[in-house]
């Protein structure tokens, strides 16, 4: 048995969750579900970031204190993350004892070693980004908010692991994914790298975490936020969980995180001598025309809206199966209507409507019997039994989306099958032959239904339920001969347009 130890970033909790959160989260439970469907261990955390001057400033926004905006934005990410059946492991919120403890306990060790050191810092500071940016950084125009800041700090000795990391992103290629990252990460550290600020005079920004050496200055926020990858897993509390889980499998983040997690990250672990993250995984962004879609694109649709009307796991579908890992996707509700009526109504949908309505009406709503397979059961059988070998290395390769297109051309090859063989018509001169075909593509079914579980748990859980096929697994002949089909609503429905 495998451990596997999966990440999202912790959202802050300056405003309500919107889709590129739910996206990630999504994505983490569905390897999650995965992982788990091969009898690995899975911990899978999650949580909120409440630290910082973004959290401090949308409290002060609400007339709030920080901590009671927190508290009142927390349930919000929680329920969603529960209406998307999103099943974590831990969920964390930065401003809880056990976390802040070790951020102490993580500052003095640094410290002690000689990794901080209390400098002279002025320079240009974003306040939007939370972070101080070169002048080429400010030059680009990307940057809003930024201020010229002179003032004494706490800095790590980032620079001093430059060559080390260097030396690690070239020696594991799997270290930082997928490829075109990680070669921006080696461009960027062609030039030097400077030492990280990490600490802010209180009387600029007291909503952190206070430094335990000097009692004037709170940590940084994303020294303290990126500590909760080992905080959690019980780093400085709890020696024999943190042996089991640590090192991360993989650090799941947007491709806006990435130096963060590839460069603070690395070097903060150098420098207490920890091992690093399997893998940082950067995904794209989920635009909107050429905007990232956000919370403040305010009132056009939004994949989260479309929850109510159809339903979770069609969202979850369409965002796992629309986005291909590593690149940005564009969401559009042609793409959402398309993507679900050609997979789930067409493919998926029609063949549960397909064997069911036949099993009803020519085999007394009853599994028939697969008698002796001919040649055509034999090839379906023989693809079902490939589809292990063709899922689990890409899904090991994040390519999640290719994966899900893996199942759905094997419901495809199941309704050609259907087609060429024509049960209707074999019923009415050979009804065992009829029974054969219904069997072999209920089966295919249900071996597709427990593929894209991880995706779409509740409906196919349904799908599972018709079948009396509740707890089997992806092996062929698992379908019960004698099962009486359950009754069922239309679970795929299309997705009907009007026409203009
Ligand atoms: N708090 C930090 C992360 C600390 S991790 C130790 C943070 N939080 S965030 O709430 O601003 O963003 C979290 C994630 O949401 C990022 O990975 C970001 O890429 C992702 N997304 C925000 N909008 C997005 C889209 N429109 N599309 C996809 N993901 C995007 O950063």
Not at 88 to 107: I, K, L, N
Not at 173 to 197: A, T, Y
């Amino acid at each position: 048995m495998h451990k596997f130890f999966i990440t999202t970033p912790i959202y802050y909790v300056n405003d309500a969750p919107h889709v590129g959160h739910a996206y990630t989260t999504i994505l983490a439970d569905v390897l999650s579900r995965f992982h788990r469907m091969a009898a690995d261990e899975v911990f899978f955390l999650t949580g909120l970031d409440e630290h910082g001057q973004k959290v401090k400033q949308a409290a002060q926004k609400q007339g709030l204190d920080p901590q009671a905006h927190a508290d009142l934005l927390a349930p919000r990410f929680i329920n969603l993350w529960k209406k998307l059946d999103i099943r974590y492991d831990d969920f964390v919120r930065t401003t809880q004892r056990r976390h802040t403890r070790v951020v102490q306990g993580v500052m003095q060790k640094v410290y002690d070693a000689g990794d901080i050191y209390l400098g002279e810092y002025q320079g240009l500071y974003s306040v939007a980004e939370e972070r101080f940016i070169t002048e080429t950084e400010h030059a680009s125009g990307q940057f809003r908010d930024v201020k010229n800041i002179q003032e004494k700090n706490y800095f790590f000795k980032m620079s001093k692991y430059q060559d080390r990391l260097m030396a690690h992103i070239q020696a594991n290629p799997d270290f930082i994914q997928p490829e075109h990252r990680r070669n921006e990460m080696l461009g960027f550290l062609k030039q030097p790298l400077g030492d990280l600020c990490i600490s802010r005079p209180k009387a600029r920004m007291d909503w952190g975490i206070e430094i335990p050496f000097d009692h004037a200055y709170v940590t940084y926020v994303w020294f303290d936020a990126l500590i909760n990858y080992i905080s959690i897993p019980g780093y400085l509390s709890d020696e024999q969980k943190f042996k089991k889980w640590w090192p991360a499998d993989v650090h799941l983040i947007g491709k806006d995180i990435l130096t963060t997690h590839s460069v603070y990250w690395p070097t903060m672990l150098f420098a207490l001598g920890l091992p690093l993250p399997k893998t940082i995984f950067a995904h794209g962004w989920w635009l909107m025309g050429e905007s990232k879609m956000s919370k403040s694109l305010g009132n056009v649709v939004n994949p989260l809206d479309l929850m109510e009307q159809y339903g979770v796991d069609t969202v979850r579908y369409y965002l796992m199966r629309e986005m291909v890992l590593g690149q940005d996707a564009n969401f559009t509700i042609e793409s959402f209507i398309k993507g679900v009526n050609s997979d789930l109504a067409n493919d998926f949908g029609n063949l549960l409507n397909r064997v069911s309505g036949l099993i009803g009406k020519n085999h007394a709503k009853t599994v028939p019997d697969p008698g002796q397979l001919t040649a055509a059961e034999e090839q379906v059988k023989q693809q079902a039994l490939l589809l292990p070998g063709l899922i689990q290395p890409l899904v090991s390769a994040y390519k999640v989306q290719e994966a899900i297109l893996t199942v759905i051309d094997f419901v495809k090859l199941l309704n050609k099958y259907l087609e060429a063989q024509a049960p209707w018509k074999l019923a009415k001169t050979d009804l065992p032959a009829a029974g054969r075909v219904l069997y072999t593509a209920t089966e295919g079914l249900r071996i597709a239904a427990i593929w894209l579980a991880p995706v779409m748990p509740a409906k196919t859980a349904a799908v599972l339920s018709i079948l009396g096929a509740e707890g089997t697994t992806a092996g062929w002949g698992q379908l019960k001969p004698g099962t009486v089909l359950k009754e069922h609503p239309p679970l795929f429905p299309r997705i009907e347009v009007a026409k203009e």
